[in-house]
């Protein structure tokens, strides 16, 4: 197994984001906006774009397409300067403020924000 390595060799604050979804997304965009630039910001989400359950009444009624319901991050990357990694993490170290990757990379981070979605728990019965 390879070292794992460390990205550096950015200036000013870095925002690591994990989960690329409505609240991750959204996070990413206007840290990176509303800084003006000056935050680095990273997203790291394992797919290659973000599918709305909250807009899919409109398939059902007929009004979309599944497919219209698929957002990719290429705004995020083009238009705001958000660095979009399409990876998994694997374990988040908040006393050294670092985020290892699936693919052994490691990121440093100022500030960490993890969106990661909502899950059901079963309810008996």
């Not at 990357?77 to 006393?95: E, H, M, P, S, T």
């Amino acid at each position: 197994m390879a070292a794992p390595t460390i990205v550096s060799g950015q200036t000013g604050p870095h925002v690591v984001v994990v989960g690329g979804g409505f609240g991750g997304a959204t996070a990413a965009k206007y840290i990176r906006l509303w800084s003006g630039g000056s935050i680095n910001v990273t997203l790291v989400e394992s797919k290659a774009s973000h599918v709305s359950c909250i807009m899919s009444n409109l398939v059902l009624n007929e009004r979309l397409r599944t497919n219209n319901l698929k957002f990719s991050y290429d705004a995020l990357a083009n238009r705001y300067g958000v660095q979009v990694l399409k990876n998994r993490v694997k374990k988040i170290d908040g006393k050294n403020a670092t985020v290892t990757l699936d693919r052994e990379q490691t990121l440093s981070y100022d500030r960490l924000i993890v969106a990661t979605g909502i899950d059901f728990d079963k309810i008996p019965g």
